[in-house]
């Protein structure tokens, strides 16, 4: 890139500190060069203290998964993404200060590469729209439940109650433990079930085997020493510590027809209520769109986002996995993705292609 000047870190802190009085603050190309920019520049242990400090999306965690490359500017932080047929997907909002979003995104777009950005929030899709001139259209919506107030009752929360029960009263057995040999059996098993046979969905979904699992919490439920189901959840961060978990993986057999999932998570949401943990991020229900249109959105795009929810489950069950995270009643928000062309269909299908979908 034109702007980039390799530098020690240290160096080019001592650079900025000489130079703060002489340049005006409104300085930005001259800041930009005080600054190591480059592709997966930053040593591992720096890359995990940006996640932990401004890792807050619930898909931060999921960037580490293989095949996923990094922009990262030194001071500021880092852009994940995958490519794929000559487009740029970008993974969640950046990893940094919401305030260095939009001169870390100007960065990384200057090299005119086509990009995509995939799952990000409503701040920063607005972002895009206003200062990048990108199309920001609602690709679905993340549940988010506030585990300080949230409590089992209630109407819309009675298939929770009723499977609990009927789980207690068959003997079934929850704990939270290291199972990272018991899981390879059940995992086959499920696939097997799954409109997506082929693989694992990845990319929105990160993989079961990601090499990087420090903080992960896994919970199995056991009904008479056989495995019925798991969870995994991945940490949220801000400011160095856990904010939320996000259950990336899920798995359950296909022989207990009575359903383990609801409780099996109503019992990890308890555990990090006594933890005091704040909030539960439930995840993308993707394809679930608002009525109103908004004037970034690109009009036909939401058009076929509303037609694969309704008749697109024969690819992907999109209406049952929004019924599902509907019966924790959590605050749904709107999550968006990010294009140049008013009519993305290429990437939109090459999103399906490199998360397994099709």
């Known amino acids: 890139m034109e702007s980039t000047v390799r530098l020690s870190a240290a160096h080019a802190q001592v650079l ?6 002489a340049v005006p603050l409104d300085a930005q190309k001259t800041k930009a060069r005080l600054r190591e920019i480059g592709i997966d520049m930053f040593s591992f242990d720096e890359r995990i203290g940006y996640l932990k400090n401004f890792g807050n999306h619930c898909l931060s965690f999921s960037a580490f998964q293989p095949n996923m490359l990094f922009f990262d500017i030194s001071g500021i932080g880092y852009i994940a993404y995958m490519k794929k047929w000559g487009t740029r997907f970008v993974l969640a909002d950046p990893v940094c200060h919401e305030s260095d979003r939009e001169f870390l995104v100007g ?13 990000i929030s409503e701040s920063f899709a607005n972002l895009l729209h206003e200062k990048f001139g990108h199309y920001a259209t609602q690709f679905g919506i993340e549940s988010i439940v506030d585990l300080k107030n949230w409590s089992l009752k209630g109407k819309k929360k009675q298939v929770l109650r009723t499977s609990i029960n009927k789980a207690r009263k068959d003997g079934v057995r929850f704990m939270e433990m290291d199972g990272e040999n018991i899981d390879d059996e059940l995992s086959r098993e499920w ?19 990601q090499k990087y699992q420090e903080g992960t919490r896994r919970f199995y439920a056991f009904l008479e ?12 961060y801000e400011d160095g510590r856990v904010i939320a978990y996000v259950p990336n993986i899920s798995r359950f057999s296909p022989k207990f027809k009575q359903g383990i999932f609801y409780p099996l998570m109503v019992h990890a949401m308890e555990t990090f209520q006594l933890e005091g943990v704040p909030y539960l991020y439930l995840g993308l229900s993707p394809m679930v769109a608002a009525d109103e249109d908004m004037t970034c959105e690109s009009g036909i795009l939401k058009w076929m986002v509303r037609f694969l929810y309704r008749y697109g489950n024969i690819l992907y069950s999109f209406k049952g996995l929004h019924f599902t995270k509907s019966r924790f009643a959590g605050t749904e928000v709107k999550t968006f993705c990010a294009h140049r062309e008013w009519l993305p269909a290429k990437s939109m299908l090459t999103v399906f292609r490199i998360s397994n979908i099709i």
Request: hydrophobic share 40%; charged share 35%; net charge positive.
């Open 107 to 119: 960065e990384f777009l200057k090299d005119r590469t086509n990009t995509a950005f995939i799952q």
């Open 225 to 236: 020493g056989e495995l019925l189901g798991f969870i995994h959840f991945d940490p949220v």
């Open 191 to 209: 696939l097997r079930t799954r409109r997506v046979r082929r693989k694992e969905v990845v990319f929105l979904i990160r993989p079961r085997g």
């Open 16 to 21: 900025e500190k000489q130079c703060a009085q």
